[in-house]
């Protein structure tokens, strides 16, 4: 089965085939100036005639006139907080009679729908399908995620996925995307399956199956969103460049504006790093450890001996943007960003990764 | 249009950081701060090792630490760490006895190339509580001391009283087949041995630079002088070998802070040819 | 017993602050007596000189971690009396709110932990948990429902943060209120019960003819506004308060001691005052509670101020469940309230009484004077009076025994939190 | 556990109270802590007295007298382990600002007879004149780090209280960060976390009662909050509150003085 085309009025069954399924939806919503992922009960939670505009280190909200319902680009929140939640049991140890008896977390196994994926968020899910292949959690939760996607009709203005090769449009890890058609007197979905699941899902929409044309408008509208990406970034030898500009005074000089907040490492989908906690309560009978959300911009995240390895702040810009764009090539075969902008958007004092990477560019050692 | 991905099942998953309980079997203390515990698990499954692997021992409701190994990987039923009570958790270890558990996770990362010493020369160094993970070394090749050209150990503390293994020291001392050096940084209470730094005593080993394997621990600036200068020696770079430190959480590559450039220390470490890391330790906190 | 002796409370600390006790008699005759504060002074109202009027909330809910929501809400009253602005509707609702969750908290911290225990003979509510957990129990329980309305509304319960000058940063859906609900219902059963029991404690015979001060407001029990009136007639705005009363600095204390004008004579403001200028207007079951436990409708005995709090709480609980159940969210969560070069007068009821800011802002927003009287300033001569009148007729006490009483009659006016008397290092001189 | 409770011990200097009776206010775990230390010095909840020495020490408020400065040293001798708590304790508190003026002057202002006033011209943190074995910060402590405290203390493990910026907390509980998407000036990124990052999550800028974070960028934010529309003078103010004595804030508020 192919693409089909769903009428505005008949998006609601698709939470209603989701549902059936006994998927929690999960997708973009209205909250407090902003949109983030949260749990969607139908089509009505949306952000519906909504659009935004992002620029480094500002984010608004603007109403649009058409009530699309994906009129938007990325928000802060990522899908990994549902994949990787910010906080994961680890375990739980009782000790009865000095021995120790260990108890993995059951943290409940949650079956999730995410609607609205954009294509650099599904690069994103791959990406870190490689760096969790041995976690439990994400694992557990991946296995059972069904993925609906969606081709960007705007690219907000921190975007560059065109210069990652990630989007606007999906072109794998999902299993139904869909593009949103808006005219006069049109207000349209064109949904492609790209799993079975999906096929499956998509026969239980209603609609008509897409013509030549309507696909012909979904390469119009990915490829006018190609052309107005708000970044770019020449990625071009970018593993060698960084590596040979380990001592560029670039750094000394994002430094100087970086406040080591740790906000790009948190808001970016890629980014993976955790520590764990240990708690035994007052009494100490059973202890439990923890791990939650880090960044390796905290002085506490390189301690040895008592002393951060990486005590400037240099030194910490320097590890996140080298983690990003040129190791995470060594150890996971790909790029570790995927052009979403949040980090661009979400710093806040502006700081502009694609920038940085620029003027290292222009001025570093090429090797 | 491609297929979705098909990670594995959650039941394909073990659970990676779930610590199998270990008790405590006998504790000996080495130097004032410094104890070598046996340990062994209830179902006495024994924990397979190579020389300089390392395991994440967990401490009750306290916390969990990297810790080498440094017993012998011919005994895996016994499993044997000497540690150096610094803070927390390695405090809470000092403090253990006989009879008390621990949660043990691993082993984990790269061990010391031995088998690549056959028939070639083999030159240890190791400074301070850096001797532990090179003692499972010294005891699979003084196993089989034939396949072997010359070894040598060369062994640095702060002062005497901060040597590990003395008595162990001593027998491998008076052997023929085994060269050991010993220095401390501060002489006290009668000692007639070396005073100085490490790198003051390689010139007193008996090796072939060309083939000699050499495997360092200790430091991270001690190890990066001794590599030097045994490359200026002739040693190549390929065939020295550090053991690296860093903030370790998992030791399975997930949490990210053990990161010295591209390499996780906890999976492609600790440890590292020199020839990999020697322009990245040049570079100030990294 | 007879012939002098000095009674000496060297650190009584804290009575909004850091306190002690001296008093020296001759056989009945109290000779000499002092209530002294010497917390060490803290300088509120000169660095709020140049400070703008919108830190004024923040900055005065740090003079008392026990009752910050009564120094925003003095201050916030100033600030908006100064610019002309009024809370109505929902913003008005949800001050009076966070009010009660204080006076819950405030209330239950006193009655079951620093003054059931000394009726009932215990250092501490701690030791009494030993004999009674189930009352020590249903005092954390109520002391926590409070702390809950302040989390709920003001982000946490010691110096909430989401109080501001015109209202509030962020105001909470209904939902979010009716939340509140099954245990503010727990919360009103358990205070009446709590009404019965502490009127059962043994109270000394013990009366004063007090003038009682506090807000009094037309329709409802004073809590976060009103006009200012006496048992003895006075009844003005909380502007004029610096023509009725003021302050003195006597060399014994760090805290200033507030008196009548003219005359100044003493004073008496906090629960009991509030109760007695107000009884009417107890909502149903805590009046009622406050009948069936044989209050009257003045009280003047101080140790019975024990059971006009438990009213109190129970009030609160059932003033709280009728403001949520009329709560409609506000359209924005604040008011545009921007005094300018005017003069603002405040004042609220703090759980122990009454508290009045004054600021002077100039044309471009900043404080260029502040005047706060907390209530324990206005009960010091009060407190001094009452000590004077207690101890005659039991002065045959052996000295800990006495101590102990003259603590707990300090305790009456839980002087913040009554640590004050807690802190007794007590040394008795006989001549 | 061992039969024998530890000693704690809980010390005022000056102070608003907040942050002791935040141990009160644990009502869940209260009476736990009461089986689980002996609370042998407490005067806001007990009038019972245990003699010295204690295990650990809880030490609210700032130094601002002279006996204080004495008694502190009676406190440290007296104490095993010593905790601060407290912006008071930990930076001055909000009294420090005092240390910016004429002390005199201040007096005049709230006393009519400042000859019976006796004060040191400054109000400094305890870490100042005594050693302190961990500070705890907060303008009110979080009742959370406090049982965190306790708890590692009883254990023996590192306390779970980073130092990293409030950001990192907004971000663990999903608000969306209110200076990139309302403009509203916020101290979040240079204020270390612990309270929850309970301001931004009520639309109101942090206002940096946790002091600053390890390593704050001050300058960094300073500039970015004068292109919100931040007049120096409110930004002396921004960083002049409860904390504002700590060095970090208070270089950077000399700083923009000039
Ligand atoms: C691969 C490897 C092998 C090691 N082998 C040994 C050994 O055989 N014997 C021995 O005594 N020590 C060994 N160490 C060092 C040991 O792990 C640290 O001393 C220990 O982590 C300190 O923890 P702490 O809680 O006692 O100290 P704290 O100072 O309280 O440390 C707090 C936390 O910081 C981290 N941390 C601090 N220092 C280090 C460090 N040096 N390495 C890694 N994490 C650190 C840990 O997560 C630790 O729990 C090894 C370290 C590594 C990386
Ligand atoms: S580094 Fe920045 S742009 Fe790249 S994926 Fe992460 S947040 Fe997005
Ligand atoms: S709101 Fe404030 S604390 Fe939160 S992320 Fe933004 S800058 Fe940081
Ligand atoms: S967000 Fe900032 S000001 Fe608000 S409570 Fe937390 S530390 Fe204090």
């Known amino acids: 089965m192919s693409g089909r085309v769903v009428d505005r009025a008949d998006f609601g069954s698709l939470f209603d085939a989701l549902i059936r399924r006994g998927h929690t939806v999960i997708g973009p919503a209205l909250r407090d100036g902003s949109i983030v992922y949260q749990e969607l009960h139908g089509v009505d939670d949306l952000p519906i005639g909504w659009g935004d505009d992002q620029s480094p280190g500002s984010y608004r909200l603007v109403p649009r006139q058409d009530g699309a319902l994906f009129g938007y680009a990325v928000g802060q929140h990522s899908w990994k907080q549902f994949l990787y939640p910010p906080h994961t049991t680890l375990f739980e140890v009782a000790r009865i009679d000095g021995a120790l008896h260990f108890t993995a977390s059951d943290e409940v196994e949650k079956s999730f729908a995410f609607l609205g994926v954009r294509a650099c968020e599904l690069a994103a899910i791959a990406i870190q399908d490689r760096v969790f292949p041995g976690d439990r959690t994400y694992q557990g939760r991946r296995g059972r995620l069904v993925n609906i996607a969606v081709n960007c009709m705007v690219a907000g203005g921190t975007c560059f996925c065109v210069s990652m090769e990630t989007g606007p449009r999906c072109t794998s890890g999902y299993d139904l995307v869909l593009t949103e058609v808006l005219g006069p007197d049109r207000h349209e979905f064109v949904f492609e399956p790209g799993s079975d699941v999906g096929e499956e899902i998509l026969s239980e929409l209603p609609g008509r199956p897409a013509s030549d044309s309507d696909l012909g408008r979904v390469d119009q509208i990915v490829e006018s969103t190609a052309s107005s990406m708000g970044r770019a970034m020449d990625t071009s030898g970018i593993k060698e460049l960084l590596y040979a500009n380990l001592e560029h005074p670039r750094w000394d000089e994002v430094a100087a504006r970086c406040l080591a907040c740790t906000n790009c490492t948190l808001v970016c989908p890629t980014c993976f790093c955790s520590t764990t906690e240990d708690t035994a309560g007052l009494d100490g009978t059973v202890a439990t450890r923890s791990r939650r959300w880090d960044s390796c911009f905290t002085m506490d995240f390189s301690t040895l001996h008592g002393h951060p390895v990486r005590e400037s702040t240099r030194s910490r810009y320097r590890q996140w943007m080298t983690h990003k764009l040129a190791s995470w090539y060594d150890q996971f075969g790909t790029s570790g960003c995927v052009g979403c902008g949040r980090c661009i958007t979400w710093c806040p004092v502006g700081i502009d990764i694609t920038e940085e990477v620029a003027a290292i560019r222009a001025s570093g050692a090429t090797r | ?286 | 017993m007879s012939g002098e002796r000095e009674i000496e409370v060297g650190y009584l600390a804290r009575v909004e602050g850091e306190g002690a006790m001296y008093l020296k008699l001759d056989g009945d005759e109290v000779l000499d007596l002092e209530f002294r504060i010497f917390e060490p002074p803290r300088f509120f109202e000169a660095f709020l000189q140049g400070r703008r009027f919108s830190e004024a909330p923040d900055i005065t809910a740090r003079i008392c971690g026990i009752c910050p929501i009564a120094y925003q809400t003095s201050a916030c009253n100033a600030m908006e009396v100064a610019a002309g602005a009024r809370l109505v509707g929902g913003l008005r609702d949800l001050r009076r709110l966070i009010y009660c969750g204080e006076w819950i908290e405030s209330h239950a911290l006193h009655v079951f932990f620093l003054h059931a225990p000394d009726f009932l003979g215990y250092e501490s509510a701690i030791a009494m948990a030993g004999e009674h957990p189930d009352r020590v129990a249903t005092g954390l329980r109520l002391k926590k429902v409070g702390n809950g309305i302040m989390t709920l509304l003001g982000g946490r319960e010691i110096h909430p943060i989401n109080v501001r000058v015109g209202g509030f940063y962020r105001v909470p859906t209904r939902a979010d209120l009716l939340a509140l609900v099954p245990d503010l219902e727990w919360a009103l059963e358990a205070a009446i019960e709590t009404v019965d029991w502490v009127s059962s404690l043994p109270f000394p015979d013990f009366e004063r003819d007090y003038e009682f001060v506090s807000l009094s407001h037309p329709d409802e029990y004073p809590i976060h506004e009103g006009r200012i009136v006496s048992n003895r007639g006075l009844d003005i705005g909380v502007d004029e308060w610096e023509e009725h009363f003021e302050e003195s600095h006597v060399a014994w204390s760090n805290a200033l001691h507030a008196r009548r004008q003219p005359g100044g004579t003493a004073y008496h403001v906090g629960p009991m005052a509030r109760y007695s200028l107000n009884f009417e207007k107890l909502t149903p079951r805590a009046g009622a509670a406050a009948l069936a436990a044989g209050l009257e409708e003045t009280c003047r005995n101080p140790f019975r101020s024990i059971v006009v709090r438990a009213v109190e709480i129970a009030f609160a609980c059932e003033e709280a469940l009728r403001l949520i159940d009329g709560y409609s969210m506000p359209d924005s969560p604040f008011i545009h309230a921007e005094p300018r070069s005017t003069v603002g007068h405040g004042a609220s009821e703090a759980p122990r009484g009454l508290l009045y800011h004054r600021y002077t802002i100039d044309g471009e927003g900043l404080i260029t004077d502040a005047h706060i009287v907390p209530p324990t300033s206005q009960n010091q001569l009060s407190i001094e009076d009452d000590l004077r009148a207690y101890v005659p007729g039991r002065a045959g006490l052996p000295d800990d025994r006495l101590q102990w009483e003259l603590e707990q009659a300090i305790r009456c006016y839980d002087p913040c939190i009554s640590c004050a008397t807690h802190f007794l290092d007590l040394t008795v001189e006989r001549q | 556990m061992s039969a024998h409770r530890p000693k704690l011990a809980v010390w005022k200097f000056a102070s608003c109270d907040g942050c002791q009776l935040t141990l009160l206010d644990v009502e869940d775990h209260l009476l736990d802590i009461a089986a689980t230390v002996e609370i042998a010095y407490f005067p806001e909840a007990t009038r019972g007295q245990v003699e010295g020495p204690y295990d650990l020490s809880l030490v609210e408020g700032s130094i601002t007298t002279a006996h204080d400065a004495e008694r502190i040293q009676m406190v440290r001798e007296s104490s095993k382990t010593l905790v601060t708590i407290g912006a008071c304790a930990t930076a001055g508190g909000i009294q420090a600002l005092r240390n910016w003026s004429n002390v005199d002057g201040f007096i005049e202002v709230v006393y009519a007879h400042p000859e019976y006033i006796s004060t040191l011209s400054t109000s400094t943190p305890i870490a100042e004149h005594v050693p302190v074995d961990f500070e705890l910060r907060g303008c009110p402590i979080s009742k959370h780090q406090l049982l965190e405290v306790l708890e590692a203390f009883l254990h023996g493990r590192n306390p779970n209280v980073p130092g990293h910026s409030v950001c990192v907390e907004c971000k663990l509980r999903g608000t969306a960060c209110i200076m990139v998407s309302k403009g509203i000036p916020c101290m979040g990124p240079i204020t270390q976390a612990g309270c929850g990052a309970i301001c931004p999550a009520y639309d109101r800028g942090c206002y940096g009662c946790f002091g600053p974070s390890q390593s704050p960028n001050v300058d960094s934010l300073a500039h970015w909050w004068r292109g919100l529309g931040v007049s120096d003078l409110d930004l002396v103010h921004a960083l002049r509150t409860f904390n504002g004595y700590a060095p970090e804030f208070r270089q950077a508020s000399e700083a923009y003085e000039r």
Not at chain 2, 138 to 150: P, W
Not at chain 2, 198 to 223: F, K, N, S, W, Y
């Open chain 2, 1 to 286: 249009m491609t297929a979705q991905l098909t990670p594995p099942g959650p039941a394909a998953v073990p659970e990676a950081m779930l610590p199998r309980p270990f008790r405590v079997l006998s504790k000996t203390h080495e130097t004032d701060d410094t104890v070598t515990l046996e340990l062994a698990s209830d179902d006495a499954a024994p924990l397979e090792f190579s020389p300089g692997q390392f395991t994440m021992l967990y401490c009750f409701g306290i916390g969990e630490v990297p810790i080498s190994i440094s017993g012998d990987p011919h005994h895996p039923a016994t499993l044997t760490h000497t540690v150096r009570a610094v803070g927390a958790v390695t405090e809470a270890i000092a403090r253990l006895q006989a009879g008390d558990y621990v949660g043990i996770r691993g082993p984990y990362g790269s061990g010391w190339p031995v088998d690549r010493a056959q028939g070639r020369d083999l030159v240890l160094v190791g400074g301070g509580i850096g001797l532990a993970p090179l003692r499972p070394a010294v005891l699979d090749v003084l196993r089989r001391r034939e396949e072997f050209g010359s070894v040598s150990l060369v062994y640095g503390a702060r002062t005497p009283a901060d040597l590990l293994y003395a008595d162990e020291l001593h027998s491998w001392r008076s052997r023929f087949d085994f060269q050991v050096e010993v220095t401390v940084d501060r002489s006290e209470g009668g000692w007639l041995g070396d005073v100085g730094v490490v790198t003051g005593l390689l010139p007193r080993v008996d090796h072939d630079p060309a083939g000699t394997v050499a495997m360092l621990c200790g430091p991270e600036i001690m190890m990066k002088v001794v590599a030097t200068q045994l490359v200026n020696r002739g040693v190549t770079g390929s065939d020295i070998y550090l053991s690296l430190e860093r903030n370790m959480k998992c030791a399975i590559g997930l949490c990210g802070h053990c990161q010295f450039g591209p390499d996780f220390v906890c999976w492609a470490g600790p440890v590292l040819p020199f020839e990999r890391v020697e322009a990245r330790l040049r570079v100030p906190e990294l």
